[in-house]
T-cell receptor
């Protein structure tokens, strides 16, 4: 069993839809990251969470430490949101999830 | 602005050749990391260094080597012993705050 799991693995949405990507982990952590990777591109850090909820523009990230679960929400999705979204947990080293590939269709 | 610079963005290598990927940071971070990403898979740790002149193997270190002679620099050499070097390579660094990431280098074998 992987220490960090994400669901769904792939996601296709219509422009404007509300999107949720889930991350669950099985180890103790000090923080959790949500990262965005565009095709052929590098990785951008979206959020770093250790508790509660953070919002940046149309993106919202939540974490439940007791349940070892985090969600990334995208409101009013747009084709430019199409990317791979990666959950990563921070311990003495970072452990990455497998990523969720999102495609937003106009 | 502070950040991590990886170069080049795309790199091609002939079979049997060693190649070195550059990673430089101006964040004054003590720790630096190299990860590898294969299509459809998550990032895996190759090597990491928590202080100058010291480094440790990660989960997939075979066929790779690193050095950490300066705090700012953590180059990764992909040796000819690495059987399947074609991948996306990502460098990261960490200080008091959690990790910063470079833009990555995509290595392909000719």
């Amino acid at each position: 069993k992987n220490e960090v799991e994400q669901s769904p693995q792939n996601l296709t949405a219509q422009e404007g839809e509300f999107i949720t990507i889930n991350c669950s982990y099985s180890v103790g952590i000090s923080a959790l990251h949500w990262l965005q990777q565009h095709p052929g591109g590098g990785i951008v850090s979206l959020f770093m969470l250790s508790s509660g909820k953070k919002k940046h523009g149309r993106l919202i990230a939540t974490i439940n430490i007791q349940e070892k679960h985090s969600s990334l929400h995208i409101t009013a999705s747009h084709p430019r949101d199409s990317a791979v979204y990666i959950c990563a947990v921070d311990r003495d080293k970072v452990i990455f999830g497998p990523g969720t590939s999102l495609s937003v269709i106009p | 602005d502070g950040g991590i610079t990886q170069s080049p963005k795309y790199l091609f290598r002939k079979e049997g050749q060693n190649v070195t990927l550059s990673c430089e940071q101006n964040l004054n971070h003590d720790a630096m990391y190299w990860y590898r990403q294969d299509p459809g898979q998550g990032l895996r740790l190759i090597y990491y260094s928590q202080i100058v002149n010291d480094f440790q193997k990660g989960d997939i270190a075979e066929g790779y080597s690193v050095s950490r002679e300066k705090k700012e620099s953590f180059p990764l050499t992909v040796t000819s012993a690495q059987k399947n070097p074609t991948a996306f390579y990502l460098c990261a660094s960490r200080g008091d705050q959690p990790q910063h990431f470079g833009d990555g280098t995509r290595l392909s074998i000719l």
